[in-house]
């Protein structure tokens, strides 16, 4: 028995999957000649409520053309100390695109309508970069998988067009948001300009992410996505498995959650301690050593990821079985 609860990246092509990759209609990209990477772009742009679509080699990628797109360097973005941004994507905010990030403090790793007014730079101001962007991050990763609901993105958006801010979503995992609070992801993109989210991650594609936002953007951000080395060629086959993911697997969160919350409630029964709230497939848990608990781990199969001293990550996803899932349960219930 092996099981990996890394992360939901570690996911792998289902046969279906595999077999609409073998079968993808092919072009040269570049020249938008792709009829699948058309189509993934299109039916990806209809899921998010936006006008159009582009197909991403990663997420990392999709939210430095996001960044390069609504910005001009030497301009202010708005985002939470935890996001992924800031801690995963080798600083490319500022290295490349050359702008200020302005970051809010808070463990969920989510930004209020408070926070921008203190946070907001005019342009009118001499002294300091003008804040012309807003950055949120749609489930919150370093949060324990936090999430915004409907209420809390439009406030936001609203604060943002008051100022003349745009908005950008990091929604590397918005179907897990989505299903969280039982509403469609289109709902949650509606306030943001932008908005990319994963095929690898959950949806258990190889590769790929997609940005979504109107014409006009998409077509700069085209560009930019060129400048990065993004521009793909054949890459059909690698849309045809983010489009197979988005009509076949995005229900099928629904039991990373559940697992996720019998997992907690199991464990918090036994006396675990688990320092945030976990409403998607993300938990953190406390233990007394971080990297000696996930070495007991590993010698028993289970690989984890230490994120602090005193905390590992449990993330689920659609890859366990529930032979797997019952031997973590019967694990942890032992190590304790």
């Not at 936006?50 to 202010?76: R, W």
């Not at 700069?220 to 060629?233: D, E, P, S, T, V």
């Amino acid at each position: 028995m092996f099981v990996d609860l890394r992360s939901d990246t570690v996911t792998k092509p289902s046969a279906g999957m595999r077999e609409a990759m073998a079968r993808a209609e092919v072009g040269d990209d570049v020249y938008g000649e792709d009829p699948t990477v058309i189509e993934l772009e299109q039916y990806a742009a209809e899921l998010m409520g936006k006008e159009a679509g582009l197909f991403n080699p990663s997420g990392t990628m999709s939210n430095l053309v996001a960044f390069l797109t609504l910005t001009y360097p030497g301009d202010a973005v708005i985002l939470a100390e935890q996001a992924h941004t800031i801690h995963y994507e080798v600083g490319g905010i500022t290295r490349i695109a050359n702008i200020l990030p302005l970051t809010v403090p808070g463990i969920l790793g989510k930004i209020s309508e408070e926070d921008i007014l203190v946070r907001y730079n005019s342009a009118t101001d001499i002294h300091r970069a003008p804040t012309t962007l807003v950055s949120i991050e749609n489930t919150v990763n370093r949060g324990g998988g936090a999430c915004y609901d409907y209420e809390e993105v439009s406030r936001i958006g609203r604060v943002c067009r008051q100022l003349g801010m745009k908005l950008h979503c990091d929604g590397a995992r918005i179907f897990n948001a989505a299903i969280a609070c039982n509403i469609e992801a289109k709902y949650l993109a509606e306030p943001c300009d932008l908005i990319n989210f994963c095929l690898s991650k959950g949806l258990g594609a190889p590769a790929g992410s997609v940005l979504c936002g109107p014409k006009e953007l998409i077509q700069r951000a085209r560009k930019f996505r060129k400048l990065l080395g993004g521009g793909m060629r054949q890459a059909g086959v690698l849309a045809a498995a983010g489009l197979y993911a988005l009509k076949h697997h995005i229900d099928d969160l629904h039991k990373d959650h559940e697992r996720a919350i019998l997992f907690r409630r199991t464990l918090e029964e036994k006396g675990w301690i688990f320092p945030l709230p976990s409403p998607t497939n993300i938990l953190f848990v406390h233990v007394k050593n971080a990297h000696s608990f996930a070495q007991t781990l590993r010698e028993k199969n289970i690989l984890i990821n230490s994120v602090h001293e005193k905390y590992i990550r449990v993330v689920f996803h659609r890859d366990i079985t529930d032979s797997q899932f019952e031997y973590v349960l019967e694990t942890f219930t032992k190590l304790n």
